[in-house]
């Protein structure tokens, strides 16, 4: 089955600066990626999310890229501001139409103001 | 348009007792996700549903869990004899069609066994 692997765990930047968290997907056949910030004891909310018929998506200040050949995508968060720390979890959809997402562990993001 | 609609938010058991999640999808969404997540890990798939029926249950632990998406009211996952590693947060999703825009999280109910 689909592993996604997500890096950093922790990440902690200067409000102002850019934000870059990485995820690794096994499975070629996905074809779905969407991003999933979650603040403290709250639910998962879709930021921005990626078929694989693009290689980039942006929305304002956040963007997704992806490398289907090496299987990576990545979130971009340029001008961070402190209401951007919370957790971001990466996901990829196994076996491509199978509407089941695998997740990544997550990454604390951390804006200092 | 109400968004999904987990209750109870809380839900404290001691073990051995029964727990029933309910989620409520979004008017007119008739396909339901179900995910748990564990204390500072991501969220696990555990069940798949369309209306009176289950699609992928292949996350879900086979024995004390359960799962219905009946024709009318809410869908429940039930733990039944819960014990301690139950304990989480479990999240409930909806999609009319699919996720062809992405899940939509209901507020999720978090579990706690004494």
């Known amino acids: 089955g689909e592993n996604v692997e997500q890096h950093p765990s922790t990440l902690s930047v200067q409000e102002g600066d850019s934000a870059v968290i990485k995820c690794t997907y096994s499975?070629?056949?996905?074809?779905?990626f969407p991003w999933y910030k979650q603040e403290l004891g709250k639910r998962p909310q879709l930021i921005i999310d990626?078929?694989?018929?693009?290689g980039e998506k942006k929305d304002q200040r956040i963007a997704v890229t992806l490398n289907k050949t090496a299987k990576h995508f990545s979130l971009h968060i340029t001008e961070t501001q402190p209401e951007d720390s919370a957790v971001y979890f990466c996901?990829?959809?196994?076996?491509?139409?199978?509407?089941?997402?695998?997740f990544g562990k997550g990454t604390k993001l951390t804006v200092n103001p | 348009n109400a968004g999904v609609m987990q209750n109870p938010r809380h839900l404290v058991r001691r073990r051995g007792q029964e727990a029933r999640l309910r989620c409520s999808p979004v008017?007119?969404?008739?396909?339901v996700y179900w995910y748990r997540q564990l204390p500072e890990e991501g969220l696990k798939f555990m069940v798949y549903?369309?209306?009176?029926?289950?699609?992928?249950e292949s996350g879900m632990p086979k024995e004390r869990f359960s799962a219905e998406f009946p024709k009318e009211g809410p869908s429940i996952l039930r733990i039944q004899q819960v014990v301690r590693g139950d304990s989480a947060a479990y999240f409930c999703?909806?999609?009319?069609?699919?996720?062809?825009?992405?899940?939509?999280f209901g507020s999720g109910t978090r579990l706690t066994v004494v």
């Open positions: 999703a909806s999609s009319g069609t699919g996720f062809r825009g992405g899940y939509t």
């Open positions: 499975d070629s056949a996905s074809n779905y």
């Open positions: 990626i078929r694989s018929n693009v």
């Open positions: 996901a990829a959809e196994e076996e491509g139409g199978s509407e089941k997402l695998v």
């Open positions: 008017k007119g969404h008739s396909h």
């Open positions: 549903l369309q209306k009176e029926n289950i699609i992928d």
